[in-house]
């Protein structure tokens, strides 16, 4: 079964602290996204990569930056965490093109204190 | 503007009950995700469509291009059945060949036994 894979489920940390999200797909995708889910705002996209090496800036990357060394792995670093950063954050990837689906991780719910 | 409607908000019904929730879009569009996100849990793609309709057991989703506009159905509505449902689309004239997609704000169901 295929598979996205984030590290943590629930997450908390201080206020300043640097922050990791790790996040592994076992399918070979080209392209992987980092979100965050906020209620009353839906998903919104932070950064997403389209190859190793390669990231774009989303809607939302203010605070954040990322990763990505392997085609497998996607990191979302928070480099001093604040509190308008506690959320649920959400790993997707897809293959390339248009006429492809996605797969999504199960999400990680991070609290900064 | 790229925009995601997505209606009701919330919707309580009874076990049995046929359920349609519905989702508007602005422009043109590539591709549209129907998802299920049960509570704290993480996101499945339940479909993927450009055109047509498209039915798993007792879900079916349908898409009219010209109306801009798609629905998801669930026949005899079970308890389980309670989630959140999210539209997302892939617009033609964002994300390139990444295809970003851009989230309705969800519909909260909830089915009563």
């Known amino acids: 079964d295929v598979k996205v894979t984030q590290s943590s489920r629930y997450l908390v940390k201080r206020t300043g602290e640097k922050v990791f999200l790790e996040c592994v797909q076992d399918?070979?995708?080209?392209?992987m996204f980092w979100y965050r889910q906020d209620p009353g705002l839906g998903l919104r996209l932070i950064y997403f990569?389209?190859?190793?090496?390669?990231?774009e800036k989303g809607d939302i990357p203010e605070g954040y930056s990322v990763s990505r060394e392997k085609k497998e792995r996607f990191s979302l670093i928070l480099e001093s965490a604040s509190t308008n950063q506690t959320s649920m954050y959400l790993c997707?990837?897809?293959?390339?093109?248009?006429?492809?689906?996605?797969?999504f991780g199960s999400g990680t719910r991070l609290t900064v204190v | 503007k790229n925009e995601v409607e997505q209606s009701p908000q919330n919707l309580t019904a009874q076990e049995g009950e046929f359920i349609t929730i519905n989702c508007s879009y602005s422009?043109?569009?590539?591709?549209l995700h129907w998802l299920q996100q049960h509570p704290g849990g993480g996101i499945v793609s339940l479909f993927m469509l450009s055109s047509g309709k498209k039915k798993h057991g007792r879900l079916i989703a349908t898409i009219n291009i010209q109306e801009k506009h798609s629905s998801l159905h669930i026949t005899a509505s079970h308890p389980r059945d309670s989630a959140v449902y999210i539209c997302a689309v892939r617009f033609m004239n964002y994300g390139g060949s990444q295809g970003n997609l851009i989230f309705g704000k969800g519909t909260k169901l909830s089915v009563k036994p």
């Open positions: 990569s389209y190859d190793v090496k390669m990231k």
């Open positions: 997707a990837s897809s293959e390339g093109g248009q006429s492809y689906g996605y797969t």
């Open positions: 399918m070979d995708h080209e392209n």
């Open positions: 422009v043109g569009i590539s591709a």
